[in-house]
């Protein structure tokens, strides 16, 4: 029996009938997706935090087809960030639908539909994000505006002896100073918890940390702080001669993507007219192959 899903059930009535039917829809279509966000924190954390949307995961291969689904359905629909989010919306709510993150490099794949983990919400039940994806998700957000430190510390509070640690050093690979370093501060914020964390996790990140240590300097001069937070370091990328981490062949994100990002966040309306989604989707289907 899936775990019921709690500190949800005085959700304002629009609200969840509008989740409801929309989720619905999606389940009768067969698209693959996971619940994640404040709910997915919840059912891990048993914190309930609640707000205006509801965040789901799809395959990039499935994201136009979801926000086609949606939209047949009577919700209208947006590509917020054409490199990773698009919403469909209701009044003031609205569902957030996320194929990768923000800095692109948390893109959605097949692996994150395994296990299958369920849950029982809003009456429905619906699989749940893995706690090492949201993990994973989630650590490098550290923006002036928003850090999900706080989230991973909870996350590992109540998770921590249970976590496929091997699959989320994996997912971290070249990005592993920013998994030490949550783990550090975990140990700092409950010092009667480090035992969450596995001996041998913390000594292989160490030894990463001494090799690191003993070669020498990077011959390219790259910023990867624009992968923690997209304005902090801005002044590197378009000042200062840094490449910027988020691009190809550093990252995963085009120099446009970059621009519609920041134009967003800061309020510059763009100029040119949004691409149709078939002209989007042949750039990012790319990645199914990568």
């Known amino acids: 029996m899936p775990t019921r899903i709690v500190g949800y059930e005085g959700i304002d009535p629009d609200t969840c009938t509008f989740y409801r039917r929309a989720l619905t829809t999606l389940l009768e279509s067969g698209v693959a997706f996971l619940v994640g966000g404040a709910y997915g924190m919840a059912y891990y954390t048993g914190i309930a935090r609640h707000t205006k949307d509801l965040d789901i995961f799809v395959l990039p291969q499935d994201f136009e087809r979801v926000l086609d689904l949606l939209s047949a359905a009577g919700y209208p629909t947006e590509i917020t960030f054409p490199s990773w989010l698009g919403k469909a919306l209701q009044g003031t709510d609205n569902i957030d639908v996320i194929f990768s993150s923000g800095n692109g490099i948390a893109r959605v794949d097949e692996t994150w539909f395994a296990p299958v983990i369920e849950a029982e919400l809003l009456d429905m039940t619906l699989r749940i994000c893995p706690a090492e994806e949201i993990i994973w998700s989630k650590a490098t957000i550290m923006g002036r505006e928003r850090y999900d430190g706080a989230d991973i510390a909870h996350l590992l509070h109540a998770c921590g002896a249970h976590l496929d640690w091997g699959r989320l050093l994996k997912?971290?690979?070249?990005?592993?100073?920013?998994?030490?370093?949550?783990?550090?501060?975990?140990?700092?914020?409950?010092?009667?918890?480090?035992?969450?964390?596995?001996?041998?996790?913390?000594?292989?990140?160490?030894?990463?940390?001494?090799?690191?240590?003993?070669?020498?300097?990077?011959?390219?001069?790259?910023?990867?702080?624009?992968?923690?937070?997209?304005?902090?370091?801005r002044v590197d990328v378009e000042q200062r001669g840094y490449h910027d981490a988020r691009l190809v062949p550093w990252g995963l994100m085009t120099a446009s993507d970059i621009e519609h990002f920041t134009a967003v966040l800061t309020g510059v309306k763009r100029t040119r007219p949004r691409p149709p989604l078939s002209r989007l989707f042949r750039r990012l289907r790319w990645s199914r192959h990568a």
Do not use: N
């Open 171 to 233: 997912r971290f690979d070249s990005h592993w100073e920013v998994l030490l370093s949550h783990l550090i501060l975990f140990g700092y914020s409950y010092p009667t918890e480090r035992f969450q964390i596995p001996d041998w996790v913390m000594q292989q990140l160490l030894d990463s940390l001494r090799l690191e240590m003993a070669r020498p300097p990077r011959p390219e001069r790259i910023c990867r702080g624009t992968l923690l937070s997209w304005d902090q370091y």
